[in-house]
């Protein structure tokens, strides 16, 4: 049964991520993964009337979630261009950003976009429906190194040659277009007690490449660095290695490599300083209302100069 709007997502460390932005009632502040609306709204709740909350997300179904409040600005984009948005609305600095990279439990649960394996759909897998290719698109289309270097990068798949192998071969005899299709084409490959963990991680892969979505983190990041005024927070939620590390390195570093600068005095140089060097995770309450939040981290940063 697809969800509806009202329980679109439920906002994963809704209180922590919120607190993290030390939010003023004036302020000028980003969520660049509106879903469900469930952070915004929270964010909302903190602002005075002169505060402003500009909300980013690429799926047309968000928009049916939209807030009716003054203060609020919905923008239908890709979160990699809150930099050109910001300066097309006239906002040089802002007071923090919030993100929630993980994907909607909208979009795993509604059968039609294929982005769970617990249903045969077809594999579509775009965040944004209007543009781009779809799963079926890069499974059928890549050769087998392509598709190998996808499914060992972003899915972390040890196994990826052979995974790569058995899809160029199945689609040899037919076109893959459904998950049913990629799951009997690879599923002999993994192991019972891991099937549901590894199958999870080939899914993830082809999502990510879909997406772009490594790419659209890193110019995210970079623009949020830009555009924080200092003492302006930085607050990300986090669901795997690939983008925590990104994160982490931003927070820590002041960009997605983690290379780290010194002054003449050989003191390190960030423009970003992490408020905690302790992760954020879910608790036992939140773990227990929603399993989906069990591999949740939460990193804060604050901007420190200008």
Not at 286 to 305: F, G, Q, V, W
Request: charged share 30%; hydrophobic share 35%; with cysteine.
């Amino acid at each position: 049964m697809i969800k509806t709007a009202e329980t679109y997502h439920i906002p994963v460390l809704l209180r922590e991520s919120v607190d993290g932005l030390a939010i003023k009632p004036d302020g000028v502040y980003i969520d660049v993964t509106f879903g469900g609306g469930g952070h915004s709204k929270e964010i909302l709740s903190r602002l005075g009337e002169n505060g402003h909350l500009y909300s980013f997300d690429q799926d047309a179904d968000a928009e049916k979630n939209i807030v009716n409040d003054d203060r609020f600005t919905f923008v239908r984009s890709n979160f990699r261009y809150i930099k050109n948005w910001m300066r097309y609305y006239g906002e040089e600095k802002i007071d923090g950003l919030l993100a929630d990279l993980g994907v909607s439990s909208h979009h795993f649960d509604d059968e039609t976009r294929g982005f769970s394996f617990r249903y045969d759909a077809p594999l579509d897998m775009r965040m944004n429906k209007r543009a781009g290719q779809t799963a079926a698109d890069i499974l059928n289309n890549y050769d087998e190194e392509q598709l190998a270097d996808v499914l060992y990068i972003y899915g972390e798949l040890k196994s990826a040659r052979k995974i790569a192998s058995a899809i160029v071969k199945a689609r040899s005899q037919k076109r893959i277009e459904t998950t049913g299709d990629l799951q009997q084409a690879c599923g002999s490959l993994f192991l019972r007690e891991r099937e549901k963990k590894e199958t999870a991680k080939l899914f993830q892969a082809l999502r990510i490449e879909v997406n772009h979505e490594m790419e659209a983190l890193c110019e995210m990041l970079n623009s949020a660095k830009d555009l924080l005024c200092v003492g302006g927070r930085l607050s990300v939620i986090t669901y795997h290695s690939l983008e925590d590390r990104l994160v982490k390195n931003m927070m820590k570093a002041g960009n997605v490599e983690g290379k780290v600068s010194q002054d003449f005095y050989g003191f390190k140089k960030s423009p970003l300083r992490p408020v905690s060097n302790k992760v954020v995770t879910p608790d036992a309450d939140e773990l227990e209302r929603n399993p989906r939040s069990r591999s949740a981290k939460l990193r804060i940063a604050e901007r420190t100069e200008a």
